[in-house]
């Protein structure tokens, strides 16, 4: 593989392709395992919030059942 750089002709060897290979590739994968905690974290505010959501509910359900039995 040849490199130009200021007009002198740079060869990598095998050794240089493989190295950079081997770090593209674990550049690669330190940026998936970054994606990856960021969406368990909005996942998990997401999980929270439904936590709330149904909370509220069942506070009003069982203000409703309440109601309903004082009425019986």
């Known amino acids: 593989m040849y490199y130009y750089k200021r007009g002198v ?20 994968i330190v940026y998936s395992l970054r994606v990856l905690v960021l969406m368990d974290r909005r996942i998990e505010r997401i999980e929270e919030h439904i936590e709330k959501a149904v909370e509220r509910v069942l506070k009003e359900e069982f203000k409703i059942e309440k109601m309903n039995k004082k009425r019986k």
Not at 9 to 22: P, S, Y
Request: no cysteine; aromatic share 4%.
């Open 9 to 28: 002709i740079m060869t990598f060897g095998v050794a240089e392709v493989t190295l950079a290979i081997i770090v593209g590739t674990l550049a690669a």
